[in-house]
């Protein structure tokens, strides 16, 4: 149908019909609808899930595998050659020792995740110790309070960082190593010309990390509440992606993944068990991996962060607060520094000058980047410092069984530290190759 009209001109013209509206187009001959390749590879079962498995590996989506197979690779190593290596005593100082470290690379994930570094940690830590002891042992301040003080100045110190670098301009490089200096030089100011203060053996911070649960139902407690809060929140997000039509994991999935788990979980009870019983200084380590995973996988910040480490300007264009995010990520950072640099001084029982000095810094930053956490920002998880940790611990403690000289560890964990990044470094070009990154 159409319907003349005549112009201005006095030209006749034909102007169409406004034509019936078309709900969709006709699918083409043949076509089928699509479907989420995550429910094909379901409904394979086991076979599904290895073909996905190798596609992952061959597309440079390499997850934790690296730094799981390594850690077994240096456990079997050095249990072979000093049958005290996988002991139950070795094994809780282990999990011990990881503790101060590994809040410190918890921070530094953080700060990757931007795709920036902060190199004033290890400074921080010492300062946080040095607070905490003069407060406390030299000015009687209470314990609790000069505990929260010492958090409370790595908060500000973070800020501070992050300040300089989201407001001002200066890069996150050039701040944190100024902080480094200039943080060491406040903490040897203010441990005065003595240079170390003993921190006594009976006060809270002591027992931190001498204080364990001799009772064997503490370390089998916490398995079994670390495993069900597993299942009941895969379970819950299951039917919740399940209530509105998106792909969701089977409950066979989730039981297999709660069943290894659990053996985990029981298995790391049993050992501490065969020593003293569960530290306290673990419980603490893990309470804030979960916590700062949740933040970072669960809320709105946290995929702020992820975004952040993206692709600034796209997250500029998309009304994230830029400024608000960085300094809350070095304030964070800041922040889990103390509170690794208290455990540490915890450990040591003093405030010396040698605090947050040496391969701390290097070692925490090793951490976070062979747990899995990129150096080119935007993937990682703070679990991949507990992994990282574990390493770098384990490395340490097996060399110390076999009485190897210091220089010998240094350029071990730096192998291993090269080792990740180049990873890092071939998963990403895997990852464009194949279309993925």
Do not use: C
């Not at 006749?12 to 043949?30: I, K, L, S, T, Y």
Request: aromatic letters at 6%.
């Amino acid at each position: 149908m159409s319907t003349d009209k005549t112009s201005q001109q006095g030209t006749p013209v034909v102007v169409p019909a406004q034509a019936a509206p078309v709900d969709a187009a006709p699918a083409a001959a043949g076509a089928s609808a699509a479907v989420d390749p995550r429910l094909l590879v379901r409904e394979q079962g086991f076979a599904g899930y290895l073909g996905e498995f190798r596609r992952r590996m061959r597309s440079g989506e390499l997850g934790s595998v690296p730094v799981v197979v390594g850690l077994v690779v240096i456990l079997a190593i050095f249990q072979s050659m000093n049958s005290l290596m996988l002991s139950a005593e070795n094994l809780s100082n282990i999990s011990v020792d990881i503790a101060g470290m590994g809040l410190i690379a918890v921070g530094i994930v953080f700060v990757l995740l931007l795709g920036e570094i902060d190199l004033s940690v290890g400074s921080v830590s010492g300062l946080a110790g040095a607070t905490f002891a003069v407060l406390n042992v030299s000015h009687g301040v209470p314990e609790w309070l000069a505990l929260v003080l010492a958090i409370l100045a790595g908060t500000l110190v973070g800020v501070v960082h992050g300040y300089f670098f989201a407001r001002v301009g200066v890069p996150a490089f050039v701040v944190t190593m100024a902080g480094l200096l200039a943080w060491n030089g406040l903490m040897l100011q203010i441990l005065g010309s003595n240079g170390t203060i003993n921190i006594p053996d009976t006060g809270l911070l002591k027992k931190l990390t001498g204080y364990y649960f001799t009772d064997v139902a503490a370390a089998y407690g916490l398995a079994v509440v670390a495993v069900g809060l597993y299942f009941l929140s895969a379970f819950l997000d299951s039917r919740r992606r399940a209530a509105v039509g998106v792909p969701s994991r089977p409950v066979n999935e989730i039981a297999v993944r709660t069943a290894a788990l659990a053996v985990l979980a029981f298995g790391s009870a049993y050992v501490l068990n065969q020593y003293k019983g569960l530290p306290l200084a673990l419980v603490i380590f893990f309470v804030v991996v979960v916590v700062t995973d949740l933040v970072l996988r669960r809320t709105s910040f946290g995929r702020k962060v992820f975004a952040l480490g993206g692709s600034v300007e796209a997250s500029r264009r998309a009304g994230i607060n830029v400024t608000a995010v960085r300094i809350s990520v070095f304030a964070i950072s800041g922040t889990l520094a103390a509170m690794g640099g208290l455990l540490i001084a915890s450990k040591i029982s003093a405030a010396n000058q040698g605090a947050g000095s040496g391969d701390l810094l290097m070692s925490a930053i090793a951490a976070a980047v062979i747990g899995g956490t990129s150096l080119f920002g935007g993937r990682g998880r703070t679990w991949s410092a507990l992994l990282g940790v574990l390493v770098i611990v384990s490395i340490q403690k097996g060399l110390q069984l076999e009485s190897i000289a210091e220089p010998v560890k240094y350029m071990i964990t730096g192998g291993v530290l090269l080792a990740a990044v180049v990873i890092d470094s071939i998963s990403r070009k895997t990852q464009k190759t194949a279309g993925r990154a």
